[in-house]
């Protein structure tokens, strides 16, 4: 996997097939919720479904939003396990997000919560639709964009949430 700007990304790590069934079991397995943020004294619905899975005891929340833990279900843990031994990094979460069309999104942020520690690494693997996934850097001009396709496997390494923001626009002409 090589590196840029402290990003590692892993072209088709799991193939298409293995990543549609997948994305159907966890559509039907999980539990979904449209969450919500609050900003400025408002809450605004977050524009995509997701699901909080984590190790007993670990919690997670952003924007006055604690997340609802649900348990590891046994595809879960195959499919961390696979990608702990793709990227060499052990995990004690996932926050599966759901973009149900080019209309979800998530806008520029940082994963630097405190729960996720000083120096988080944070996995990506996309399942569905290909979409985009942009960059920017907290002090300067520097810009960039991936495209990720299914199957596609990413990983932010801890400098990255330091330096970096990143967001997932709309695309209004993807479909789930």
Same mark, same amino acid.
């Given at each position: 996997?090589?590196?840029? %700007?402290?990003? *590692? =990304?892993?072209?088709?790590?799991?193939? &298409?097939?293995?990543?549609? !069934?997948?994305?159907?079991? $966890? @559509?039907?397995?999980?539990?979904?919720?449209?969450?919500?943020?609050?900003?400025?004294?408002?809450?605004? %619905?977050?524009? *995509? =479904?997701?699901?909080?899975?984590?190790? &007993?005891?670990?919690?997670? !929340?952003?924007?006055?939003? $604690? @997340?609802?833990?649900?348990?590891?279900?046994?595809?879960?843990?195959?499919?961390?396990?696979?990608?702990?031994?793709?990227?060499?990094?052990?995990?004690?979460?996932?926050?599966?997000?759901?973009?149900?069309?080019?209309?979800?999104?998530?806008?520029?942020?940082?994963?630097?919560?405190?729960?996720?520690?000083?120096?988080?690494?944070?996995?990506?693997?996309?399942?569905?639709?290909?979409?985009?996934?942009?960059?920017?850097?907290?002090?300067?001009?520097?810009?960039?964009?991936?495209?990720?396709?299914?199957?596609?496997?990413?990983?932010?390494?801890?400098?990255?949430?330091?330096?970096?923001?990143?967001?997932?626009?709309?695309?209004?002409?993807?479909?789930?």
């Amino acid at each position: 996997m090589p590196e840029h %700007h402290g990003l *590692r =990304l892993s072209h088709h790590a799991f193939p &298409a097939a293995q990543c549609q !069934s997948w994305m159907k079991a $966890l @559509l039907e397995q999980l539990i979904w919720h449209e969450d919500y943020y609050e900003a400025h004294g408002r809450r605004f %619905h977050i524009p *995509r =479904l997701q699901a909080w899975v984590a190790d &007993a005891g670990v919690q997670y !929340s952003y924007s006055n939003n $604690l @997340l609802a833990v649900q348990h590891w279900s046994p595809l879960l843990l195959k499919i961390k396990t696979d990608v702990e031994s793709i990227v060499g990094h052990t995990f004690n979460s996932v926050l599966v997000t759901y973009y149900r069309n080019g209309h979800d999104h998530v806008t520029w942020h940082a994963d630097d919560e405190h729960e996720l520690g000083d120096d988080p690494f944070i996995a990506s693997l996309s399942l569905g639709a290909t979409r985009t996934f942009q960059y920017k850097s907290k002090t300067d001009d520097v810009t960039g964009e991936l495209t990720l396709d299914e199957g596609d496997l990413l990983l932010m390494l801890p400098q990255f949430q330091h330096d970096w923001l990143h967001c997932v626009p709309m695309e209004a002409e993807v479909e789930s």
